[in-house]
């Protein structure tokens, strides 16, 4: 009998996206869906569009043809800034790079999205910071300001930010490639406790052990398709591609992490706007 994933209507559902920049074509018709509950990660090459897969998802990129749709809402279809502002609310988004706001104290981070964008009083605002910060065990840095943050400790900021906001999904962008390795793992608990507690997650990481700990479906891009997708017991036990096990081997036979890439003109660009709208 099928399970109640299977035949209940995704929360997320990508069809046929084509998306170019210029005449580079990145993604090349990809189909993907993200049910609710689901911890899904994408798992590629450098450069094969996974990022440019999470910001189509966010309404940040248009693409030329396809559909994306977020729950009910069309996000291909949306014209104006305001209508993607209103996704974005629902649609948490963590980067690697944790863009906290650094004039504001940690609570103050957290705080200031649901008062202005959802209308939360202060009295409550704070009181759901606290209790968002001590789940990520950092309710002792209340009072600290960004700067004054380990990476690992930024980054779960970041989360509880992305939290604070009650979305229906989180995007995680290679969240723990920028840290120090001894604090990527506290990093990596908090999120593997959020799928736990079944919040829907898509993943893009580079951490293949832990994507295949807390997947239930990865999808392996390359070059702008899906080359395969399945369980993570599939995909890294049993991948059906040449590609995929080609690319496995690598990942898993090399202990060391890929350099951060965090000059991504592009990227900043698209993180001012995101902010913004928070
Ligand atoms: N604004 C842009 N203009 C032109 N090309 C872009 C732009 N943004 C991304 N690209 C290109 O699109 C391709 C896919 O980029 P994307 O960032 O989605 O890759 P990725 O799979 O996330 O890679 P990585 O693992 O390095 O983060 C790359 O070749 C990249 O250079
Ligand atoms: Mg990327």
Redesign the pocket.
């Known amino acids: 009998m099928p399970s109640i994933e299977t035949v209940a209507e995704p929360l997320v559902s990508l069809r046929d996206l084509h998306l170019s920049?210029?005449a580079?074509p990145?993604l090349k018709g990809i189909d993907l869906d993200v049910h609710r509950g689901q911890a899904v990660s994408i798992i590629?090459?450098?450069?094969?569009?996974?990022?440019?897969?999470l910001r189509c998802i966010t309404g940040l990129l248009q693409p030329q043809r396809g559909s994306i749709r977020v729950g009910a809402t069309e996000v291909h279809t949306l014209a104006k800034e305001a209508q993607r502002i209103e996704l974005r609310k629902r649609v948490g988004f963590v980067f690697q790079q944790y863009n906290l706001f650094p004039h504001l104290s940690v609570l103050e981070n957290l705080v200031i999205a649901p008062r202005k964008v959802l209308g939360r009083s202060r009295i409550d605002a704070e009181k759901e910071a606290r209790a968002l910060l001590a789940k990520v065990r950092m309710e002792h840095k209340a009072d600290a300001y960004p700067g004054q943050l380990s990476g690992g400790q930024q980054q779960r900021v970041a989360i509880a930010r992305a939290l604070a906001m009650r979305p229906e999904l989180i995007l995680f962008d290679?969240v723990t490639s920028a840290l120090d390795p001894e604090t990527v793992g506290e990093v990596l608990t908090v999120i593997r406790e959020l799928t736990e507690e079944g919040m829907t997650c898509v993943l893009?990481t580079?951490e293949m052990r832990f994507a295949e700990e807390i997947s239930d479906i990865v999808y392996f891009?390359e070059n702008g398709v899906i080359v395969e997708h399945g369980s993570a017991t599939q995909i890294f036990q049993h991948p059906g591609s040449e590609r995929t096990q080609e690319f496995l081997r690598h990942a898993l036979g090399d202990p060391g992490r890929r350099p951060a890439?965090a000059n991504?003109p592009?990227l900043l660009t698209n993180l001012s706007r995101y902010s913004l709208s928070v």
């Open positions: 920049f210029g580079s990145v590629g090459p450098s450069g094969s569009g996974k990022s440019t897969i290679e893009v580079h891009t890439t991504d592009y």
